[in-house]
C-alpha cells in the first residue's frame, strides 16, 4: 500500500507519499480500504517530532478515517465487509489501508458523504468525552469554547446548542467569530482585542461558564477559572498556550471548581474510561443528532493525499474554520 512517510521531523515538507508495509490484520480488528483522512493539530505536533504514537501504534499519521471495509478480523461479527464506516484511530489514517479494533468503528451517519465523515470521529470523540461524559453539560448550562472557530471548536459549540446550552467562544478575528454566531454560539469573544473572563461574567449576569473546554493549557489558566462559575468544570485538552501556569487555590476553592486533563489517543482500547467505552457513548447518543441535521460536519477544505504538505499549512492558517480532509486514491 500507500502511505505518508515521514523520513526526519521538520515542516510539511517531510511528508512524502510512499509505498509502506499492508498493515496487519488482528483478531478483534477490521481492515479498512481508506475514502479519507482529516489533519488534526496532533499530527501537526507528531510532524515536528514532539508526539509519538503510542506503544503498538501505527507510526503513520492519521487520528480518524472513513472507508469501506476490506476484511474482518477472527472474533468479529457487528460489522462485514463492503460496510460504510469512519473510525477512531490511534494512527496510520494517512494511508490506503488501516487496520483498526472494531469497537473504534462507526457507521457513516445517514446523509453524511463518505468523505466527509472521515472529519468527524477525532472531534465527536473528544468533544462527546469531556464536554458530556466527563463535565455533565446540561440542558440551561454556559459553555465555553476556546479555539471556537477550529475542529473541536465548531463541533462543541453544535453540541452544546443541541443539549440546551448556551454557548460562549473565544477566536481570534471577526470571520471565525460570524461563522460561530451561525452555528449557535451568542457569546463571541476576540481573545486579541478584549478578556474573555470579564466578557463571559458579563454576558451572563456574572454567572460565568459552567463548563470550559481548553485547548490552550497554562497562559489560560488564571482567566479561566475567573471565568467560571460556581461548581464549574475546567477541561484542558491542550497546552497551545503553554504546559505550565500558576493557580491561587483560593480562588479555585472558593468557586468549589473541578479541574481535569484528558487525552484520548493514550486511552486504553476497551475497559473503563477506555476508547471502546466513548465510541459507544457516541455512537448512541451523539451519532443520532447528526442523522437528525442537529449537529453538522463543518469542513473548511478538501485536498489529495498527496498535498498533505499544504493540508497542514491550512490547518495552521488564521482563516482555516473547521476540519481539513484529504481524500486517497484508489489504484
Not at 480488528?29 to 499530527?43: E, K
Not at 478480523?73 to 490506503?96: F, K, M, N, R
Request: glycine share 12%.
Amino acid at each position: 500500500m500507500y502511505a505518508i512517510t515521514i523520513d526526519q521531523p521538520g515542516g510539511p515538507e517531510v511528508m512524502r507519499w510512499a509505498e509502506q508495509p499492508d498493515p496487519e490484520l488482528l483478531p478483534g480488528h477490521v481492515l479498512i480500504d481508506v475514502a479519507a483522512t482529516a489533519v488534526n493539530r496532533a499530527d501537526l505536533t507528531q510532524r515536528q517530532g514532539f508526539y509519538p504514537p503510542p506503544p503498538g501504534a501505527s507510526d503513520i499519521l492519521g487520528l480518524e478515517c472513513s472507508g469501506i471495509v476490506a476484511e474482518v478480523g477472527d472474533g468479529v461479527s457487528e460489522w462485514s465487509v463492503g460496510d460504510h464506516v469512519c473510525a477512531l484511530l490511534a494512527g496510520g489514517g494517512y494511508a490506503e489501508r488501516v487496520a483498526v479494533p472494531a469497537t473504534q468503528l462507526l457507521p457513516v451517519p445517514k446523509g453524511v458523504d463518505l468523505l466527509v465523515a472521515a472529519s468527524l470521529p477525532e472531534v465527536a470523540c473528544t468533544v462527546w468525552s469531556n464536554v458530556v461524559m466527563r463535565a455533565g453539560l446540561s440542558r440551561g448550562d454556559v459553555l465555553l469554547v476556546h479555539g471556537g472557530g477550529g475542529g473541536i471548536g465548531t463541533h462543541a459549540i453544535q453540541v452544546g446548542v443541541a443539549l440546551g446550552a448556551r454557548v460562549a467562544v473565544t477566536a481570534g478575528s471577526e470571520a471565525k467569530l460570524e461563522r460561530c454566531r451561525e452555528l449557535g454560539a451568542d457569546i463571541l469573544v476576540n481573545y486579541r482585542e478584549a478578556d474573555f473572563a470579564e466578557e463571559v461574567k458579563k454576558a451572563t449576569d456574572g454567572h460565568g461558564a459552567d463548563v470550559i473546554l481548553d485547548n490552550m493549557g497554562g497562559s489560560y489558566l488564571g482567566r479561566n477559572i475567573d471565568a467560571l462559575a460556581s461548581d464549574g468544570r475546567l477541561v484542558i485538552i491542550g497546552f497551545q498556550g503553554g504546559r505550565k501556569g500558576e493557580l491561587d487555590l483560593t480562588r479555585l476553592f472558593a468557586k468549589r471548581g473541578n479541574i481535569t486533563a484528558t487525552g484520548l489517543r493514550g486511552r486504553p482500547e476497551n475497559g473503563r474510561e477506555s476508547k471502546a467505552e466513548i465510541v459507544a457513548d457516541v455512537r448512541n447518543r451523539l451519532w443520532p443528532l447528526i442523522t437528525e441535521g442537529a449537529i453538522q460536519p463543518v469542513v473548511s477544505a478538501e485536498l489529495p493525499i498527496t498535498e498533505a504538505p499544504r493540508g497542514h499549512e491550512l490547518l495552521d492558517s488564521p482563516e482555516t474554520v473547521g476540519k481539513v480532509i484529504l481524500t486517497i486514491p484508489r489504484h
